[in-house]
């Protein structure tokens, strides 16, 4: 047990990655996450390009975006937090592995 669960803060244990979205491979679309109701403009994470480096964790000035401590990828873990004209973290991601699905193209 580390510090941030003695003090509540810690991690739920986590769905193994290919459990959750399917294989990594082999897809013609990069799986991605169902937009928050009433957010359809929420960000998706294209797993075949997310390295896990949590630059849109550090970026995020709302805290949508989550990593686990067994996955590979980032997560988006609050997209009802996400603020529609932002898209700081796809700006910052270095594999443009950020999309907004809902958001109309050239918009924000």
């Known amino acids: 047990m580390g510090l941030w669960d003695a003090l509540g803060f810690g991690r ?63 997560r988006v873990a609050r997209p009802e937090r996400c603020e529609p004209d932002c898209q700081r973290c796809a700006k910052y991601c270095p594999n443009e592995g950020i999309r907004f699905p809902g958001r109309a193209a050239g918009a924000g």
């Open 12 to 74: 739920t244990p986590e769905a193994p990655l290919d459990a959750a979205t399917g294989p990594r491979s082999g897809s013609a679309a990069p799986p991605v996450q169902a937009a928050a109701p009433g957010r359809p403009w929420a960000p998706a994470i294209d797993t075949h390009a997310c390295r896990g480096c949590g630059t849109c964790v550090d970026e995020c000035p709302t805290g949508v975006f989550a990593l686990g401590r067994s996955a590979e990828v980032a």
